[in-house]
């Protein structure tokens, strides 16, 4: 099953990427993608409301922490992406989220 875990840290420190555990996740064929994301400063949210498209600089959410990168994982459970979530340091004093991918054939 393929899983986005969002990596979310208090928005004054840095969500980087867990390095030796994407090697890891790699080297067992169960890291798909990883994505530091740049600050809050940079992110641009969109939303459309009737005709009108909305464009506004900053998160989409206001949020005392934020969201620093993603990874997307190819694991066989829940509980093996929970145990992976639970390694990242954001885990300590943030939070992951773990989203399941849809998979459409064709």
């Not at 939070?95 to 064709?106: Q, S």
Request: glycine share 8%; hydrophobic share 50%.
């Amino acid at each position: 099953m393929r899983y986005l875990l969002l990596v979310y840290a208090a928005a004054e420190e840095a969500a980087a990427l867990d390095t030796r555990l994407a090697l890891e996740l790699a080297e067992r064929g169960g890291l798909l993608a990883a994505h530091e994301l740049e600050p809050v400063t940079t992110a641009t949210s969109v939303r459309v409301r009737g005709a009108a498209t909305l464009v506004a600089d900053g998160p989409f959410a206001e949020t005392c922490e934020r969201l620093g990168g993603v990874y997307v994982v190819d694991l066989e459970s829940l509980d093996e992406a929970i145990a992976v979530a639970a390694r990242l340091p954001a885990a300590r004093d943030g939070v992951v989220e773990i989203r399941p991918v849809v998979r459409r054939e064709g």
